[in-house]
């Protein structure tokens, strides 16, 4: 379970999230919308402990994420951050190890390698794990990083705009992959992701987590929460959620 | 593969060593070895200290065309000597107990490196950019304030901080060498002891993090052991700027690994078969003396230029 009692960020003196109180259980996938500036990334750092509240507290499954220590943190939530990018020459296989890092330290053992290969597997990336990240195309390499933040093996999956620079094939992808991936069964996982596409939130989200100038709009089932009111409020412009072909998507009303 | 290679770096280490030792070696033998011995111990200290801090450098910067020359290092040793001849004249300056000299010159650039570490990094070690270029502007102050203090010495004068701004091997003081050595090694020892999460921490602030590194302990560290490394072997032989960029590519390019416990010995035996080499080229083959750093200078000037202009712009 995340939970955030009055949580209020500052960043130079200035309030970026002010009093957000929040609660979810585990499992499924919950989008974090709301418009530019809303504060969307900095309540994602907030929830892994790499941002430092003013007021309030942060728990994950128990643990006090702002006292926690950084290797304890790790093996609780995973946060992929926004356009991650690396220097070091590294192939597909050694990013996704580097993903183990909070459970070996550096000295994998062979538990590391299987959780590697699983990961590997999971997001269909058997045939590029000798290819260099550099070699990959944008989409295989969000792939890859989002395979490395899930071989950390945490409850808590954190993805800040992972689909921000994919076209819409490659977008559906790793969608497609996190909702079988967070249904309930054995090694389910629970993911909270910023996202901007409203249709890919309408689609996917079981929960709506909604943003307005560091303050919380709503939050709740994304099927109850996430209405054309509650949008156009949200944006400041009219929109609407229509049913088509069965599923609901945002459409400018 | 990335083994063998550095075998093969240390047998090519020790196979200049032995020649630039035992190379025309003539009576009396046991002073010439040692005089060449103490000369050998400063040629692979320093090369290993510069090698090992630019990839350091370089690791916390995300950059490979960094070295921590950039930062101000030498235009503050420069500096250092300016005033000390200004302020205690050629002969004072002459006279000065060597250890005091070294200790003195030491002290202040790791205070003053860590200074501006300390201060530009307080918030977080995600302005490492703008400590950087805030070491540049420094640098060029410095040089500034040393040009315009060399125009009141007397050409004397002049002569001995032209010739203490420039490394030579020439003439290594033992005392020195005894202190500087251990401080080397330990150094060089705890590099070591970091390449794990150096290896995690040349991921990035953004992607380290997460995963449980404490990022900002790692860079302050390794920012203190590149000062110490690059201050000891800075007021042992003088500056040599581009020796780093020279060893840490060189490693890049030898060792195709991303694992610091293989750049950081490859780099460290790189500079020091650097130095090594070309001294015993410049010295026992040429006859020249005090050639060697200039030569180092040039050609990693060079490599410089050409890192620039090859890197594919993004």
Known sequence: MIQLDSVSVEKNGSPILTDVSLCFGQGGITALIGPNGAGKSTLLHTIAGLTSPVRGQVMVEGLDMVRARPEQRARHVALLAQNESVTA?????????????????????????????????????????????????????????VAMAW????????????LSALDPRHARDIMDRLHALTRPGAGQRSVVIVLHDL????????????????RLVTSGPRVLAMTGAMLSDLFGTRLAVERVAGRDVVLPA | MADRRLLILGLVLAAVSALFLLWNLRAPV?????????????????????????VLFQTIAANRLLTPGIVGFDALFVFIQTMLVLGLGGLGYAALPSLAQFGVETLTLVAAAMALFGVLLRRGADDILRMILTGVILGVLLRGLAGL????????????????????????????????????????????????LLDLAALGRATALPLGLDFDRVVFVTL???????????????????????????????????????????AALIGATILVSGQFVFER?????????????????????LLVLRRPRP
């Open chain 1, 89 to 145: 020459r590294l192939t597909v296989r050694d990013l996704v190890e580097f993903g183990r890092w909070p459970h070996h330290r550096g000295r994998p053992r062979e538990i590391d390698r299987v959780k590697v290969a699983e990961a590997l597997g999971t997001f269909d990336l058997d045939g590029l794990a000798d290819r260099r990240l550099d070699a990959l195309s944008g989409g295989q390499r969000q792939r890859a990083f």
């Open chain 2, 30 to 54: 046991g002073f010439i070895l040692g005089l060449r011995l103490t000369k050998l111990a400063a040629l692979c200290a320093v090369g290993t200290a510069i090698g090992t801090a630019t």
């Open chain 2, 285 to 305: 083959l040429l006859g020249l003396q005090s050639t060697l750093t200039v030569i180092v200078e040039f050609l990693g000037g060079l490599l410089f230029l």
């Open chain 2, 149 to 196: 203090a060399q125009r009141l010495l007397d050409p004397s004068e002049f002569a001995i901080v032209q010739q203490a701004s420039f490394a030579t091997f020439g003439a290594v003081d033992r005392t020195q060498l005894a202190i500087a050595g251990p401080i080397l090694i330990l150094s060089f020892a705890a590099a070591l002891r970091l390449a794990r």
């Open chain 1, 199 to 214: 249709s890919v939130a309408a689609r996917y989200a079981d929960r709506i987590v909604a943003l307005k100038d560091g």
């Open chain 1, 151 to 162: 071989a950390q093996e945490t409850s808590w999956l954190l993805l800040d705009e992972p």
């Open chain 2, 224 to 266: 203190g052991l590149v000062a110490l490394l690059v201050a000891v072997s800075t007021a042992l032989v003088g500056p040599i700027t581009f020796l780093g960029l020279l060893a840490a590519s060189l490693a890049h390019a030898i060792l195709p690994t991303w694992r610091h416990d293989r750049l950081l010995p490859g």
